[in-house]
Nanobody, 123 residues
Framework: QVHLVESRGGLVEAGGSMRLSCTAS????????MGWYRQAPGKQRELVAL???????TFADSVKGRFTISRVNTDVTVYLQMNNLKPEDTAVYYC?????????????????WGQGTQVTVTS
């Protein structure tokens, strides 16, 4: 099992920046990717950014050029740096960790989720 602990979000003005962090503990050796999803009121949860153990990154089109994701493997911590924030970035942000396929086949859960943290961007 893996436990994900997120940093606290908060309130920021449009154009501002915020950094979220998420640290994994437990069976972290089973993970092959970590990242962030978000869910705005009345909308489906969507992928924001993902980074694999090999460093490959994926971003939602809406955040490309504004958000970056990085990972400190020694601490199994993933950071989401959010710049030039917009009101439409307001959402609950969830840390996400994906189990490698080999470990899934051995019975490990497919993925894990953090508890979520609110990010509010004011105009």
């Amino acid at each position: 099992q893996v436990h994900l602990v997120e940093s606290r979000g908060g309130l920021v003005e449009a154009g501002g920046s915020m950094r979220l962090s998420c640290t994994a503990s437990g069976s972290v050796f089973t993970l092959d990717a970590m990242g962030w999803y978000r869910q705005a009121p009345g909308k489906q949860r969507e992928l924001v950014a993902l980074i694999t153990n090999g460093g490959k990154t994926t971003f939602a089109d809406s955040v490309k050029g504004r958000f970056t994701i990085s990972r400190v493997n020694t601490d199994v911590t993933v950071y989401l740096q959010m710049n030039n924030l917009k009101p439409e970035d307001t959402a609950v942000y969830y840390c996400y960790a994906k189990t490698g396929i080999t470990h899934q086949e051995l019975g490990e859960p497919e993925d894990y989720w953090g508890q979520g943290t609110q990010v509010t961007v004011t105009s």
